[in-house]
């Protein structure tokens, strides 16, 4: 079975643009979570869906959005970047509470 | 406020030394602890969820133990393989997220 799926593997971006980062969960997993890794920390939670609905949200500006689609899959959009938000994004799959599966991260570097 | 305390940060062993790496936490209601393994520029691996002080899990040269303030991951005669970041994260009654600690990065030596 593949495991979660995370594209771009990598994205280089300039100060003020907007970036679209996409998962794809485990099959059968309907929890889709959002984290930020800076280097040297652990993962920040950002955001989680269920069922296509937000059921968590982390201490992150409005410029961080999300959404979940029919088929289980996200998205996690970041608008008007800034330097700090250069990091790595992960992706993690659940069946609902409990453990969670992350997938390989987007690296997003801000110039 | 949940909050994890990995120690220590980093940690440098012989091969086949064996050692043990500290998760304090505090949280209101544990509904789990985790344990994950983290490769250089790659996603946490699931390893292991321990649910109730006392509980124990093992898998190959690790082996994690929970009590109501703090977990262990043992790591008995480790081989270089065994070199990665170790995660651990707590999960409150209730609630989605994961609150991480900044992890242990281990490093053993051939």
């Known amino acids: 079975d593949a495991g979660v799926t995370q594209s771009p593997t990598h994205l280089i971006k300039t100060r003020g643009q907007h970036v679209t980062l996409r998962c794809s969960p485990i099959?059968?997993?309907?929890?889709v979570s959002w984290y930020q890794q800076v280097l040297g920390q652990g993962p920040q939670f950002i955001f989680q869906?269920?069922?296509?609905?937000?059921?968590g949200r982390g201490n992150f500006p409005d410029r961080f959005s999300a959404r979940q689609f029919p088929n289980y899959s996200s998205e996690l959009n970041v608008n008007a970047l800034l330097l700090g938000d250069s990091a790595l994004y992960l992706c993690?799959?659940?069946?609902?509470?409990?453990?969670?599966?992350f997938g390989p991260g987007t690296r997003l570097t801000v110039l | 406020e949940d909050q994890v305390t990995q120690s220590p940060e980093a940690l440098r062993l012989q091969e086949g030394e064996s050692s043990s790496l500290n998760c304090s936490y505090t949280?209101?209601?544990?509904?789990?602890l985790f344990w994950y393994r983290q490769d250089p520029g790659k996603g946490p691996e699931f390893l292991f969820t321990?649910?109730?002080a006392g509980e124990e899990k093992e898998k190959e040269r690790l082996k994690a133990t929970l009590t109501k303030k703090e977990s262990f991951l043992h790591i008995t005669a480790p081989k270089p393989e065994d070199s990665a970041t170790y995660l651990c994260?707590?999960?409150?009654?209730?609630?989605?997220?994961?609150?991480f600690g900044q992890g242990t990065r281990l490093t053993i030596n051939p």
């Open positions: 993690a799959s659940s069946l609902g509470l409990g453990e969670q599966f």
């Open positions: 099959s059968g997993h309907k929890s």
């Open positions: 869906y269920y069922e296509k609905e937000e059921r």
């Open positions: 949280v209101s209601g544990l509904r789990g």
């Open positions: 321990l649910y109730s």
């Open positions: 994260a707590v999960q409150g009654k209730g609630a989605q997220k994961l609150v």
